[in-house]
């Protein structure tokens, strides 16, 4: 036989393959979408939180009312305002703090909190006064708008 021949020896094995030989092309792969997985459920969850707050939940109304907002329907418009103008102020502050202010008084404190700067007292008088007006008592809806868009600004 050929010396080079006899020189050759046989594969003794392979060296065993591990179960999951993955390269570093696809661990980078895969932290990539684990976290981009992970940003998309907290994204989702922050959503679906916000839509459940009390704040969305007061846009939806403000925006109800100023689309039902019309000449014959301002009274009643402003009525249901002052309501959920109770409620924002419960909500986000005290009930000892604000829960007992009627009047002249209660529109002084929606001044006092209002970042905006929103005059309560002249152009808020609509609130503590329209109640006890006669049902057939017409208010001009520009001044009702003005109100709701206040209320929305003191709510942000």
């Known amino acids: 036989m050929n010396p080079l021949l ?17 390269a570093i ?18 994204f989702a969850l922050y959503m679906l939180a916000c839509k459940r707050s009390w704040k969305n939940d007061t846009f939806k109304k403000l925006a109800l009312l100023e689309r039902n ?13 002052s309501e959920y103008l109770r409620r924002i102020a419960l909500k986000r502050y005290s009930r000892k703090e604000c829960a007992g202010l009627t009047g002249k008084k209660w529109l002084l404190w929606l001044s006092e909190n209002d970042s905006k700067g929103f005059d309560w007292g002249n152009k808020g008088a609509l609130l503590i006064e329209v109640p006890y007006t006669p049902l057939n008592y017409k208010l001009p809806a520009q001044q009702v708008r003005e109100l709701i868009q206040a209320a929305r600004n003191w709510v942000i």
Do not use: K, N
């Open 6 to 22: 006899e020189q050759l020896h046989d594969i003794e094995g392979l060296d065993t393959i591990s179960f999951w030989p993955l």
């Open 69 to 81: 907002l019309s000449d014959s329907s301002a009274r009643e418009t402003v009525i249901a305002l």
């Open 25 to 42: 092309g696809w661990w980078v792969l895969i932290a990539v979408s684990l976290i981009l997985a992970a940003a998309i459920i907290w």
